[in-house]
Each structure stands twice: as C-alpha cells, then as structure tokens.
C-alpha cells in the first residue's frame, strides 16, 4: 500500500494517491509513518480547495491520534510543507511551534511558506537566534563543558541532529563528552529521524569502554534512542542492567514496546513496575493506552482508563482521552465514544471528534457521523459546511 501511494504521489498523480490511501482505510489497513508522508505529499502537489483542506486536516488529526505529532519529524514537517504550499501560514507556523524537533526540512518549509506570502524577513527571523548563538560560540576564546552542552543542545532541540553530533565529535578533542547533560543531548540526536542508530549505538561503546556504566538519566537517554530507533531488545539490555530505575526508566522502556506493537509485554512491564512499588504516571498511562488502541484491546483499555483515576489519582489528560475514543471507535463503540467525546473536560478538540468521525466511517454509521461532523465544526470555525458534507458521504 505504501509503495503504491508514494509511487502515485511521485509521480505528479495525487489523486490517485489519495484514491489509494482512502481505500486503504476503508479495509481497516493501520497507518505508518511512512503512508502519512506520501498522502501528504500526494497533498502538496495537488491545488487547495475545500475538500483538499478538509483532507488535509483529517490526515493531520490522525497523524495526532497515531502518536506521530507531535514528536515525529518527518511527518511534522512533511505538513509543515503542504500547508506552506497552500498558504495555510498560521496552520503550519502553530505546527511548527509545537513540533518537539524540526530538521532541515522543517525550517525550509517555514521559509517557503514565509517567501510565497512575501515575508521572507520573518523565516529568517527564525534563524536568527540560533545564528547568533553559534556566532558567539565560535568567537569564545575558552568553552567550558556548559557552553559546549549548550549549544549542543540548542541544535538537538531544534531538529538540527547532524549540527549537534557536529559538534559532538569536536569535543572529543578536549575530553569532554562525559558530562551527562552532553550525552543526553547527543542521544536525543540520534533519536531523531534525521540522526543515526549506528551512531546512537557508537555513543553507547563509548560509554562503556570508557568505564562509564549507564544509569540514570542517562540509561533513560539510551532506552530512549534504542526504542524509537526499533531496536527495542538493545533497548532491553540497557534497562536489565540498571540498578536504579526511575518511572521515567519504566517507561521509557513500556514506551519502546507500546510503540512497537509488543503489547503484552508492555502490560508485563507495567505490572513488573507495580510490584517493585513503582506507580505509573501519567506518560505511562498514555502508552499503555496507545498500545491498547493499536491492538484494538477493549477491554484492557477500559481497565487501564478506570485504573489510572481510581487506582493512581491520576487525572486523565487530553492525550488519554484521545486514546480512549480511537479504541472505542475502532472496536464500533460509536455511542460509548461519542459520549466520552462529549463529557471531555474543557471540550474536546479537532483530534477527537476527527477520531469519531473516522470511526464512524469505519464502521458506516452516519448517524454519528453527523453528530461529530457538528462537533468538529464546533472546534474548527469556518468549516462547518464542509463536515456536514463530509458526513453525509461518509457511508454513501
């Protein structure tokens, strides 16, 4: 499927891209990060109009609702781009700002979508202090570890990997790279989509054969970058050797197994974590959510939603809701789903009344598809005719 819809995408025929990708969810076909990427490019190419619009923000949405946003970068960036293209500035600018991390892509594609409307001033703008702090860097006579780290991190966080290991490297020369905050800093580069497992793993020897065992934050960093980067049995071995587990150790490894589909290894994580009196917070609970929804698991879903406020006190937040109505929705519980959409506190938002409307076409109930489209014209202003018309043809 994937294949099919870049090919099409690639080929200058987006229509036929997005002919494909409706299909595929049609039969129930689960999503990667690699089919949002060619639907959104399939997207770009094509001309703005309403319902491409209409489009656009669905794939977004569920983009959201898969996990991907708004950590993952190149799909971040890959709508940061189409709606630059379309002159949608405030859509992709809120995204922008949101992103976790940005690479190149990213920031060209604020450039771009700042040039097409005549203001190339305020995309330089975005560089400008950045620019200006590696100006300073470079100037300095004598760099200590602290201004070293804090550039290496300003890149890391920026989406600038090959920058941030850039500099990495350069501080091998003065011996300074033991300081965790560094590695840390360095690790997350190579998490990101535009940084390197074999370099993560590089990282990782160093800190080995120099005597340096991984504990702590660091060893957090190390599951970390091995979980997003699919190797999750690397991953494995860096937490059975730690001596000290944190919850932010727990679950970074239950994280590295949710996202990859392991679910009953997640759960038996979790109860690992319980019996060492280990509580599971509120990140914790997010995983083992999305892991449920992914797995289409009702029921464990349900226990662990009830488990985190009765159990924990844990107060559910957005990103919990948003896992509850996509397992409802997926597994037909349209009416359960739409009444947690309604009782949201504070009101739901566009990713899930998105979610219901895509389950509601899922399972071909109109009824709730109306429903929600009213809901989502509630959260998006503007584009009420547009969610009615999308509703009605939902199961024609």
């Known amino acids: 499927w994937n294949a099919m819809i870049s090919a099409y995408a690639q080929n200058q025929r987006g229509s036929q891209a997005i002919d494909l990708f409706r299909r595929m969810d049609h039969e129930g076909m689960d999503f990667t990060a690699i089919t949002f990427v060619s639907v959104i490019d399939a997207c770009a190419k094509e001309k703005l109009s309403a319902s491409r619009e209409l489009l656009a923000r669905q794939i977004h949405a569920r983009a959201a609702q898969r996990g991907l946003l708004p950590g993952d970068v190149i799909v971040g960036s890959a709508l940061v781009n189409m709606y630059g293209k379309w002159g949608m500035i405030r859509d992709a600018q809120a995204l922008f700002d949101l992103m976790e991390r940005r690479n190149c892509f990213t920031w060209s594609g604020m450039i771009a979508a700042y040039a097409q409307i005549g203001q190339p001033r305020r995309a330089l703008e975005l560089f400008r202090s950045m620019d200006l702090a590696r100006e300073i860097f470079e100037r300095m006579p004598r760099k200590s570890v602290v201004t070293w780290t804090s550039m290496l991190s300003a890149y890391a966080r920026n989406g600038h990997s090959a920058q941030a290991l850039e500099l990495f490297h350069r501080m ?225």
């Open 172 to 396: 091998e020369g003065f011996e300074l790279q033991s300081h965790p905050v560094t590695i840390i800093s360095a690790l997350d580069a190579c998490a990101d989509g535009a940084g390197s497992l074999k370099e993560g793993r590089r990282i990782h020897q160093q800190l080995l054969q120099s005597g340096i065992k991984p504990d702590g934050a660091v060893a957090n960093a190390v599951i970390s970058m091995y979980g997003k980067s699919g190797s999750v049995s690397e991953a494995w071995e860096v937490f059975a050797a730690m001596t000290d587990r944190s919850v932010v150790s727990w679950t970074s490894i239950l994280a590295a197994f949710a996202e990859h589909q392991s679910i009953d290894e997640a759960f038996a994580i979790q109860r690992m974590m319980c019996q060492e009196g280990m509580d599971p917070d509120d990140v914790t609970f997010i995983s083992l959510l999305f892991a449920c929804s992914h797995a289409g698991k009702l029921e464990q879903g349900r226990e662990v939603f009830l488990a985190m406020v009765a159990d924990f006190d844990t107060r559910p937040m957005v990103e919990h809701y948003r896992c509850m109505v996509d397992l409802l929705a997926r597994t037909g519980r349209l009416a359960e789903a739409e009444e947690l959409v309604r009782r949201m506190p504070g009101g739901a938002d566009l990713v899930c009344w998105s979610t219901l409307l895509n389950g509601c076409k899922l399972h071909d109930n109109e009824e709730h598809a109306k429903r929600a489209a009213d809901g989502l014209s509630v959260a998006t202003p503007g584009s009420s005719g547009a969610f009615v018309l999308l509703a009605q043809s939902l199961c024609a």
